[in-house]
């Protein structure tokens, strides 16, 4: 009985993330990356007018020690936590309004279908 419990929870998990991140195409995503890379690299731990954003699925939030972030996503980054795909998808449409403070990220990804892609782009890159 138990056991079968386990497995419906699992298989319901396993759908939910699928059919939430579907859209996502990361080909696509890794396009759209263009508009990020003038501030972001994402192949090597170098910082720019941003930082680098390798492992950035998974990675706490503000966390690049030799990167100077604002205050804004500083006083955010506890509740934040994680950076995982749905806050990254939130946090591209208007980082300002996302972490409630200051942004020093000015840039706003407002196609939905956008953030999507290159968060995929992003999370296919940290596996
Ligand atoms: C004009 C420069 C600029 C562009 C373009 C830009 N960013 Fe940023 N980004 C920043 C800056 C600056 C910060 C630091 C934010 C702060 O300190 O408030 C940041 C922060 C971030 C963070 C938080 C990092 C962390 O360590 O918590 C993520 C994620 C991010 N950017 C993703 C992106 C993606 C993806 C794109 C492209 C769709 C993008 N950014 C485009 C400048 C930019």
Redesign the pocket.
């Known amino acids: 009985m138990r056991f079968n419990l386990v497995i419906a929870a699992a298989v319901a998990l396993g759908t939910m993330s699928a059919s939430a991140w579907a859209e996502g195409d990361s080909a696509k995503g890794e396009k759209?990356?263009r508009?990020?890379k003038?501030?972001?690299e994402v192949a090597k731990e170098k910082n720019k007018?941003?930082?680098h954003?390798v492992g950035?699925v998974g990675?706490q939030?503000?966390?690049?020690e030799a990167y100077k972030?604002?205050k804004?996503?500083t006083d955010a980054a506890e509740k934040i936590g994680e950076?995982d795909e749905a806050e990254?998808i939130e946090?591209?449409a208007d980082?300002k309004a996302y972490i409630g403070g200051k942004?020093?990220?000015?840039?706003k990804?407002r196609k939905e279908n956008e953030r999507k892609d290159?968060v995929a782009y992003?999370a296919s890159l940290g596996k």
């Open positions: 759209v990356f508009k990020c003038a501030c972001h007018v941003g930082p954003l950035i990675r939030a503000a966390s690049i972030y604002g804004g996503i950076w990254l946090y591209l980082p942004s020093k990220m000015t840039f990804l290159v992003l």
